[in-house]
């Protein structure tokens, strides 16, 4: 059973890593019991990403594995789990964006904890979580690391979007180990804070510099380099060819002076937070987006070569609905 699953996340990852966009997971703490294929999986699963549509899981790692190929990672959509594991430094260097879409246990975008072995001393050290600067949507929750450094004196509330969003994070209990050797052991690791520059008022997200002119644009999400669209680190909403935009280009346009709805040569699907000229493989066209499979009074449809979900005139007739079975990787 085992083995199928991991199977299937091969297989789909196949499919669906285009470029560098790849799917993620939803096993919470589950694992497969040989922690030789556990790292496998992993790396086959993020070697070369650099988004997650879905969640980053990363749990049941072992003490001395090479877990570098992390730093291709830029966002993540779903939340990012870390839990159950004895490496001592986490290496998403270049993680800048955690969008929550789902969220761990219904509240958390990002939850670390009980990284450390309990017959040994070692454990997760250090949070290599240098970029990250947004977490749209829901909390932080950090706790039983025993070795864990500094984890509470991030600026999570910077961080995090949502004031309302639950923080929990419970600084390790170092003290049995005495001050001093505490002391030792975190400060061989350079410490960066995030923090939110001092914006102007007048900004109403963040920005880079002091001014009013320095405000970043309001499509920005997790800072920026200028004042532009294109200046952002991350995106709000969606990236059309590296500007961020609320939406879109939609496939009708209004024209004022005739009054008409006029169809919109440079228009674009919605694909996560991407605009693309096509969906990828395996994905239908409904209205302007990719998505895995038509609803269900829709049926899909070809149409000069795109794959499109248009509303059945009846009663939809079974199994049109789906293009190609989309089978949740999930491991038992
Ligand atoms: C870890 O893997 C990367 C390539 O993915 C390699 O460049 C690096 O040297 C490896 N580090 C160690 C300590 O083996
Ligand atoms: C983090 O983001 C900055 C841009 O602000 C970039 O120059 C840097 O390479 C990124 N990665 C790390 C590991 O700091
Ligand atoms: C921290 O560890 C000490 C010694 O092991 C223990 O007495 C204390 O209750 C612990 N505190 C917390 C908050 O767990
Ligand atoms: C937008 O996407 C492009 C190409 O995928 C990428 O190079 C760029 O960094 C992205 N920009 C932002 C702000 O995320």
Known sequence: MREIASEWILKFHSILCLSAVCPGTENKLSTLSDLDQQYRTLKKLYENCEVVMGNLEITSIDRNRNLSFLKSIREVTGYVLVALNQFDYLPLENLRIIRGTKLYEGRYSLAIFLNYRRDGYYGLRQLGLRNLTEILNGGVYVDQNKYLCHADTIHWRDIIKNPQAELLVVPSNNSNLGLSQTFKMCSAFSWWAVTKTVCAEQCDGRCFGPYVSDCCHRECAGGCSGPKDTDCFACTNFNDSGACVT??????????????????????????????????????????????????????????????????????PKGKTHCGEFVLVTLV
């Open 247 to 316: 939406q879109c280009p939609q496939p009708f346009v209004y024209n004022p002076t005739s009054f008409q709805m006029e169809h919109n040569p440079r228009a674009k699907y919605t694909y996560g937070a991407f605009c693309v000229k096509k969906c990828p493989h395996n994905f239908v066209v409904d209205h302007s987006s990719c998505v895995r499979a038509c609803p269900s009074n829709k049926m899909e449809v070809e149409e000069n070569r795109i794959k499109m979900c248009t509303p059945c005139t009846n009663i939809c």
